[in-house]
């Protein structure tokens, strides 16, 4: 029995070229600092924050100096001028860590190698810290925990094993003197890095959701300033339109329902049709900048007052409880055409989007809907009792575009809007709009 041969081996340096590219990519993060020379908290709004880091910096410096002298005079009994030489490369670099952390570590790493090894000449006693002294682990905790703060995960990885190759070799040149400082700032190292890094990672994710909600935010304005502009100019090319038509039939016809009429006469109608033809194909062009021209939703018919009971009834299936009363003049006087067509789709659109925000900002609210007429107006009420689940909101914060949507709507007819928390936590919205002619109920 045959079998297939199998595929061709992976390639032996795969491996090899992998731990490679890993080398490259760590050596270019220590070589490279990841963020530009400013300062930390160069953003913040008050000026001691701003401060703040070169308070620290100068406080640890004008303390690891003398101290690390005085530490290595005294306890490890090195040479004044030595101690002196190594106290300030060793911390002195300190004040770089609040705008270049890096190039600090750069400065310090080998200094304290140095240090160490400079400790080997002096004989040692069995209390000494060795291969790295006390000020020597304090002063380079801070100084990982700058590098944590301002530079990438690659960077921090990197510094700390090339801190633990330094104690590692330092221990096998003289294992006996070694009292396990190495291996304390190694892990203690590994600790204060990944508070570091997971403080400026938390600090870099709020700030991208800032400017991300920001982003958001800009472009939901933007929407319901484009979505309020096609409605208006909807709106206002069915009105004109109609006008503009009739007047384009009446001037076409009038030479043939008036007789006797001059050439004078005839000219004229004549020239107010064409104009009217020219006004109505001008204000379709200016309109279409205004809306999005070929999609299907603005060809389909404009609702109006006898659509509000599906829009309730469709809200209520939602979820949300809700009741109408429509005044019986209005639906008839809707029925004939009585209404404006401007006033009934401002009246559908108030009650559409004073619904849409009890449902995202009062779910499960009992809402009532009210549409009547008075003293030649057309009145929509709107009111909604407190939420039943208070603090579960759909929407936690608005942006107020309903609000001044249902006011441009108002103003074009006329009319005038009141809206307005109530005591009992719910909301309320009046609208007023103005008709041609009061409605009035039909004797039977």
Avoid at 56 to 78: C, D, E, K, W
Avoid at 164 to 186: E, I, K, N, T, Y
Wanted: with cysteine; charged share 20%.
């Amino acid at each position: 029995m045959s079998t297939s041969p199998a595929g061709p081996p992976p390639p032996a340096d795969g491996l090899v070229s992998a731990a490679r590219r890993n080398l490259r990519e760590l050596a270019h993060g220590l070589s490279h600092a990841s963020h530009p020379p400013t300062p930390l908290f160069a953003d913040a709004p008050k000026p001691w924050q701003r401060l703040f880091p070169y308070g620290v910096v100068i406080a640890l410096a004008a303390t690891f100096i003398p101290v690390t002298i005085n530490v290595l005079t005294t306890q490890y009994g090195v040479g004044g001028g030595v101690a002196g030489a190594l106290g300030v490369a060793q911390a002195a670099p300190l004040l770089m860590l609040a705008h270049r952390p890096l190039q600090a570590w750069w400065i310090i790493f080998p200094a304290d190698i140095v240090g160490a090894c400079v400790l080997l000449a002096h004989p040692g006693h069995g209390y000494d810290v060795w291969p790295w002294t006390p000020p020597v682990i304090v002063g380079y905790l801070f100084v990982l925990l700058a590098l944590g703060l301002r530079e990438t995960r690659r960077t921090v990885i990197g510094v700390w094993l090339m801190t633990g190759a330094a104690g590692l070799a330092l221990h096998w040149v003289d294992p006996g003197r070694s009292s396990g400082s190495a291996l304390l700032l190694f892990v203690l190292g590994a600790v204060v890095l990944v508070i570091g890094t997971a403080v400026r990672e938390r600090g870099e994710a709020q700030r991208r959701l800032v400017e991300q909600e920001t982003i958001s935010e800009a472009e939901r304005a933007q929407r319901t300033l484009l979505e309020e502009r096609t409605r208006i100019a909807r709106e206002l090319h069915d009105v004109v339109a109609h006008h503009m038509s009739v007047i384009t039939v009446q001037a076409d016809s009038a030479p043939y329902r008036i007789g006797g009429l001059s050439e004078e006469a005839r000219e004229e109608f004549g020239s107010i049709a064409a104009s009217a033809r020219e006004s109505l194909t001008e204000m379709r062009r200016l309109l279409s900048v205004l809306r999005s021209e070929g999609a299907e939703g603005e060809r389909a018919p404009q609702p109006g007052i006898g659509q509000v009971q599906a829009l309730v009834e469709a809200t209520v299936r939602a979820g949300l409880p809700a009741e109408l009363s429509l005044a019986t003049e209005v639906a008839e006087a809707a029925g004939r055409g009585d209404v404006p067509q401007a006033v009934e789709l401002s009246a559908y659109r108030i009650v559409q989007e004073a619904l849409a925000n009890v449902v995202r900002h009062a779910p499960g609210a009992r809402t009532r809907v009210s549409i009547a007429s008075n003293d030649g107006s057309l009145t929509v009420v709107v009111v909604n009792d407190g939420a039943e689940r208070p603090g579960s909101p759909l929407e936690t914060s608005g942006t107020g575009h309903g609000l001044v949507g249902m006011r441009e709507r108002v103003r074009l007819t006329g009319g005038t809007l009141d809206t307005g928390p109530l005591p009992d936590g719910g909301f309320r919205v009046a609208a007023r709009l103005p008709l041609d002619a009061p409605l009035t109920s039909e004797d039977s």
